[in-house]
């Protein structure tokens, strides 16, 4: 079993609350646009980080970070990307791959709306985190928390940050 804390959209943005909120995962995924280095080393300081690069970052992030990356967790087969778009709207760039090898697990961000659905047709839980950062058009910064168990995802909450 692992709890797992996901985010997207910080945008080079720190908030002290994401230590809080993900002091009692075992993992933080960041989806992409996290804005800066200096973000990402204060996630690798104090918990195991994966990320995926997106259109903001810099040529430093994308250097250590893929654009998308896929992996098997608890027998959960994840994908993310930062653009990847939604069940029945996927993106161009990951279109193709989503329907001819479904993970369970697709997440993107990009959007900066938070929205979890299920794809019935490839039988796969997409989610997208929303923005965690304070730039951007949305009016409220929300992260993820959620537990993979033995092939299951489950106990999913939705954090708003005040």
Not at 38 to 50: G, Q, S, V, W
Not at 80 to 96: A, E, K, L, W
Not at 134 to 155: A, C, M, P, S
């Amino acid at each position: 079993m692992k709890k797992i804390g996901l985010l997207s959209d910080t945008h080079g943005y720190w908030d002290d609350k994401f230590e809080v909120y993900f002091k009692e995962c075992d993992e933080v995924w960041h989806a992409g646009d996290i804005g800066s280095m200096e973000i990402a080393d204060r996630f690798e300081e104090f918990i195991t980080f994966r990320a995926v690069f997106g259109n903001i970052d810099d040529y430093k992030t994308r250097n250590i970070y893929p654009e998308k990356l896929r992996f098997t967790l608890e027998d959960v087969d994840v994908m993310m990307t930062h653009i990847g778009g939604y069940p029945g709207h996927y993106d161009p760039s990951i279109r193709s791959q989503i329907h001819s090898n479904p993970p369970k697990l697709f997440i993107s961000g990009h959007s900066h709306i938070l929205k979890v659905m299920y794809d019935k047709k490839l039988q796969c839980l997409h989610m997208n985190p929303g923005a965690a950062g304070i730039y951007g058009f949305h009016k409220v910064r929300t992260i993820l928390r959620f537990i993979l168990d033995e092939g299951n995802i489950r106990d999913l909450e939705v954090i708003e940050l005040k």
